[in-house]
């Protein structure tokens, strides 16, 4: 499976951006979806999972009520709608998935397949 992360770019404090993770070769439906995001020097940390299953969601607390992780099946592309975007939000994104499960991780190593980073920069 074959993960394109697009979407990044460079935002005002309070801005939004759309982020979206297309995938490209054989899924199942039972399939884990996730973002995490690395700021310089920082570890990957988990920023929102899907379970493509049954559409259970998870976030980090940091970004609830921020952060929506929704999907594209027709598409075959989830995306993160992230709303009143604050520095500490900066990072390069990266979306992963792991197949044939029935829950999601915000733990990065559980996934096995990575997208390429998208930076995001919320400055003023």
């Known amino acids: 499976v074959q993960l394109q992360a697009s979407g990044g770019g460079m935002v005002q404090p309070g801005g939004s951006l759309r982020l979206s993770c297309a995938t490209a070769?054989?899924?199942?439906?039972?399939?884990?979806i996730a973002w995490f995001r690395q700021a310089p020097g920082q570890e990957r940390e988990g920023v929102s999972c899907?379970?493509?299953?049954?559409?259970?969601?998870s976030y980090r607390e940091s970004v609830k009520g921020r952060f929506t992780i929704s999907r594209d099946q027709a598409k075959s592309t989830v995306y993160l709608q992230m709303n009143d975007l604050k520095p500490e939000d900066t990072a390069v994104y990266y979306c992963?998935?792991?197949?044939?499960?029935?829950?999601?991780?915000?733990?990065?190593?559980?996934?096995?397949?990575w997208g390429q980073g998208t930076q995001v920069t919320v400055s003023s």
């Open positions: 992963a998935l792991r197949k044939l499960v029935y829950g999601c991780s915000l733990r990065p190593d559980w996934y096995a397949s």
């Open positions: 899907m379970t493509t299953r049954n559409g259970d969601t």
């Open positions: 070769g054989r899924t199942s439906e039972r399939v884990a």
